[in-house]
C-alpha cells in the first residue's frame, strides 16, 4: 500500500509531462518522450525513496551467545562488517575512580588484565577475536579508520592510541600517561577519535578541557576550538560541555560533535578543504528528544546517536538525525529498553547499527528496513 500511494503521486507528476507525447510529430519522437517520462518517474521515485526514513529495527536473539564482558564503553564496525566493542572488564568507573585533579586514583593496581578489545561476528554475534589484555586502565572510545587500524583512548591514561591491525604493539601515542594536562602535548579523559582519509585525525578532549583537538597523520598539533563552560556559547569559541562522541562527514567536510551535557549535536567545518574555517559552525542539533547525546555515528549520508542515562524529559533512545536541517527525524528503541547507552557504531553499507551499554553491559545490533527501489517498478507505466 505504502509503495502503491508513493508511486501514484510520481505518476501524477509525470502525466504533468504527457502533452508532448500527445503532439508528437513522430514515432521517434513519440518514443523519446516515452523514455524522458521513464526518466522522470525515475527520478521522482528515487527522490521520493530517499526521503523516507529506514527505520532501524532491533535483531532479536543477537548475539546467539552471551559474553562475559565489562562496561562497554565504545563500539565500532570492522572493514568486513564485524562489531568491534572496547570494555573495562571488571573495572568500574565511579566516584572514587578519579581524584579532584582528575588523576587516576587506582593505578597501583595495574592495567585490566582482560582482553579489552573483542571482535564479533555481525550475523551470528559469536567470538571472532580478543586481545588488549594488561594495556589499559579506563577504557572509553574505539575508532576504526578506512585501513583497519584502530584508535582507542583511555580516560584513566589520558591518552590516545593507534595500533595497526594485527598487532598490540601502538604504533602511535599521544598525550602523558596518568598525566592530566591542558596544553598541546596533554590530555584530560580524551572520549573519541575520528579520523580522515588523509591520516589526519580528530580527538574530543574531553571530559575536563571539552575541546576539539585535531592533528596530522604524524600526530603533530594542528588547531583546536571549543573551551569547557556550561553556559552555552556559540561561534568559533563555542563552549562544550562533555564532547563525548565525534562523526566525521568527510564528503561535506563537516565534523559532528557529541555535546553531551549541553544536549546537542554540534556540527563544524572539518577544516580539511579550508584549515582556517576548522571549528565554524554549521548546524546545532536540539531539543526535546535529544537529551544527553552520548554517542553519535554516520554512514551513508545519515547521522545516527543516541542518549543515555539522565535524559530526561527525552526517553533513552536512538535518534536518526537530519544535521543539515538541525531535525531529528527518527528515535527508535529496544525491545528491552535501553538502561544505560554508551556509544554507537554503523556498518560502512550503512545497513547495520550497533549499540553498546555499561551497566546491563550488552550490546544491540539493528538493521534498516529497506525501502522498494525505482527498479522495481521502472515498467509498471506502460505493463
Same mark, same amino acid.
Given at each position: ?87 573495562? !572488564? ?8 578519579? +581524584? ?74 599521544? !598525550? ?130 543516541? +542518549? ?52 546491563? +553491559? ?22
Amino acid at each position: 500500500m505504502w509503495a502503491a500511494y508513493k508511486f501514484l503521486n510520481i505518476v501524477i507528476v509525470a502525466l504533468s509531462y504527457f502533452p508532448s507525447i500527445m503532439i508528437a510529430a513522430s514515432p521517434t519522437d513519440y518514443h523519446t518522450a516515452e523514455e524522458n517520462v521513464r526518466a522522470l518517474l525515475k527520478r521522482q521515485f528515487d527522490e521520493k525513496i530517499a526521503d523516507e526514513l529506514s527505520h532501524p529495527e532491533e535483531i532479536e536473539g543477537w548475539p546467539l551467545e552471551e559474553y562475559d564482558l565489562g562496561q562497554i564503553s565504545g563500539v565500532d564496525v570492522d572493514t568486513s562488517g564485524n562489531p568491534v566493542v572496547f570494555h573495562r !572488564g571488571t573495572v568500574v568507573w565511579d566516584a572514587g575512580s578519579f +581524584n579532584d585533579s582528575n588523576h587516576y586514583t587506582r593505578a597501583d593496581e595495574g592495567p585490566i588484565d582482560e582482553d579489552t578489545i573483542v571482535v564479533l561476528d555481525s550475523k551470528t554475534g559469536q567470538l571472532l577475536a580478543s586481545w588488549g589484555g594488561s594495556l589499559f586502565y579506563m577504557p572509553h572510545g574505539i575508532t576504526i579508520d578506512k585501513n583497519s587500524s584502530i584508535w582507542l583512548t583511555d580516560v584513566a591514561l589520558h591518552q590516545v592510541f593507534k595500533f595497526l591491525p594485527g598487532t598490540d604493539k601502538p604504533l602511535l601515542t599521544l !598525550g602523558q600517561a596518568f598525566e592530566p594536562g591542558t596544553d598541546n602535548d596533554h590530555f584530560c579523559k580524551p572520549t573519541d577519535v575520528a579520523v580522515a582519509k588523509s591520516g589526519d585525525f580528530y580527538v574530543a578532549d574531553g571530559y575536563c578541557n571539552s575541546r576539539i583537538m585535531k592533528f596530522d597523520k604524524e600526530g603533530k598539533f594542528v588547531a583546536k576550538f571549543g573551551e569547557e563552560g556550561w553556559i552555552w556559547r556559540e561561534g568559533k569559541g563555542s563552549t562544550l560541555a562533555i564532547p563525548h562522541s565525534l562523526a566525521l562527514i568527510e564528503d561535506e567536510d563537516i565534523l559532528c560533535v557529541a555535546d553531551r551535557e549541553h544536549r546537542r549535536v554540534l556540527c563544524v567545518n572539518a577544516g580539511i578543504q579550508n584549515p582556517q574555517q576548522f571549528g565554524e559552525i554549521v548546524s546545532v542539533t536540539n531539543g526535546v528528544y535529544i537529551g544527553r547525546i552520548f554517542g553519535i555515528a554516520y554512514s551513508s549520508g545519515r547521522l545516527y546517536g543516541v +542518549n543515555g542515562a539522565g535524559s530526561a524529559p527525552a526517553a533513552t533512545q536512538g535518534l536518526t538525525i537530519d544535521w543539515k536541517t538541525s531535525q531529528v527525524v527518527d528515535t527508535w528503541t529496544s525491545r528491552r529498553s535501553f538502561i544505560s547507552p554508551h556509544d554507537i557504531a554503523v556498518s560502512r553499507d550503512g545497513q547495520t547499527i550497533f549499540i553498546s551499554e555499561i551497566g546491563p +553491559n550488552r550490546l544491540t545490533k539493528f538493521v534498516l528496513r529497506s525501502a522498494p527501489t525505482s527498479a522495481q517498478y521502472d515498467n509498471t507505466l506502460y505493463e
